[in-house]
């Protein structure tokens, strides 16, 4: 037996109130979600690496002397911030970059770190004295 066009048509305005209910209990998670998106994403900018500075970058020269020189002692945790790390590449090492290779920075994880740098091999192959 085919169901009536009626109790068809009643059947998808049930099935389009069941779709309206469900969005308007949607709508209010929508709006609770946005603003906290909006939070983490300005959580995660602060949670980005302290700015960098020269006296960072000094910092971290010391701490590299202090181990070269033999004075931390054996066994001794000479700890870098990734700030500390990345203050050093920019303003002590500059210099001392290779020609083609620009933009170091360091990322330290709890138990790895990561090195990302724009490298230019053209420019490193000139430098090398290679066409």
Same mark, same amino acid.
């Given at each position: 037996?085919? !169901?009536?066009?009626?109790?068809?048509?009643?059947?998808?305005?049930?099935?389009?109130?069941?779709?309206?209910?469900?969005?308007?209990? %949607?709508?209010?998670?929508?709006?609770?979600?946005?603003?906290?998106?909006?939070?983490?994403?300005?959580?995660?900018?602060?949670?980005?690496?302290?700015?960098?500075? !020269? /006296?960072? &970058?000094? %910092?971290?020269?010391? *701490?590299?002397?202090?181990?070269? *020189? &033999?004075?931390?002692?054996? &066994?001794?945790?000479?700890?870098?911030? /990734?700030?500390?790390?990345?203050?050093?590449?920019?303003?002590?090492?500059?210099? /001392?970059?290779?020609?083609?290779?620009?933009?170091?920075?360091?990322? %330290?994880?709890?138990?790895?770190?990561?090195?990302?740098?724009?490298?230019?091999? &053209? *420019?490193?192959?000139?430098?090398?004295?290679?066409?």
């Amino acid at each position: 037996m085919r !169901p009536s066009l009626r109790s068809s048509s009643r059947q998808l305005v049930s099935r389009d109130q069941q779709a309206i209910s469900s969005t308007r209990a %949607i709508a209010p998670l929508r709006r609770g979600v946005l603003p906290l998106a909006a939070l983490a994403l300005v959580a995660a900018a602060l949670a980005l690496p302290s700015s960098l500075s !020269p /006296e960072l &970058g000094r %910092i971290a020269r010391q *701490k590299v002397e202090r181990i070269e *020189k &033999g004075v931390a002692m054996p &066994g001794e945790a000479v700890v870098f911030t /990734e700030a500390e790390v990345n203050s050093l590449l920019k303003y002590e090492y500059d210099s /001392e970059t290779p020609t083609g290779v620009r933009d170091l920075s360091v990322r %330290i994880f709890q138990d790895h770190a990561t090195l990302h740098a724009y490298i230019d091999i &053209g *420019k490193m192959q000139q430098a090398a004295g290679r066409p």
